[in-house]
């Protein structure tokens, strides 16, 4: 059974910075990409960044890009998601995610094709 294992959430001021960790279970065999989501009350669950070990591909969602940073750690099968410029709308639940097959990158942001998550990280953002 593969297990996905969050960290790194907390409180922080707009502006500041968090670092999340998501740690696969040491016999996981997951395709690509690793990803993270994330879910605000009352609203609908959201891919944040995804990253592809073949060829070192990462995605953003719009509201994100130039902000966040996704990386892996293939050694410690660990993903991480840098989070800088926190704003206020970025307080949500985080969740990382992974698929037992490879997920086309058109479609990284489908929460259906992944089959493992994370329990979830709570970062929150205060002004």
């Known amino acids: 059974q593969v297990q996905l294992v969050e960290s790194g959430g907390g409180s922080v001021q707009a502006g500041g910075s968090l670092t999340l960790s998501c740690a696969a279970s040491?016999?996981?065999?997951?395709?690509?990409?690793m990803a993270w989501f994330r879910q605000a009350p009352g609203k609908a669950r959201e891919g944040v960044a995804a990253?592809?070990?073949?060829?070192?591909?990462?995605y953003y969602a719009d509201s994100v890009k130039g902000r966040f940073t996704i990386s892996q750690d293939n050694a410690k099968n660990t993903v991480y998601l840098k989070m800088n410029s926190l704003k206020l709308e970025d307080t949500a639940m985080y969740y990382c995610?992974?698929?037992?097959?490879?997920?086309?990158?058109?479609?990284?942001?489908?929460?259906?094709?992944?089959?493992?998550w994370g329990q979830g990280t709570q970062v929150t953002v205060s002004s």
């Open positions: 990253f592809y070990t073949d060829g070192g591909l990462s």
């Open positions: 040491e016999d996981a065999n997951i395709g690509n990409p």
């Open positions: 995610a992974a698929g037992r097959l490879v997920i086309g990158s058109r479609f990284w942001q489908n929460e259906y094709r992944y089959n493992y």
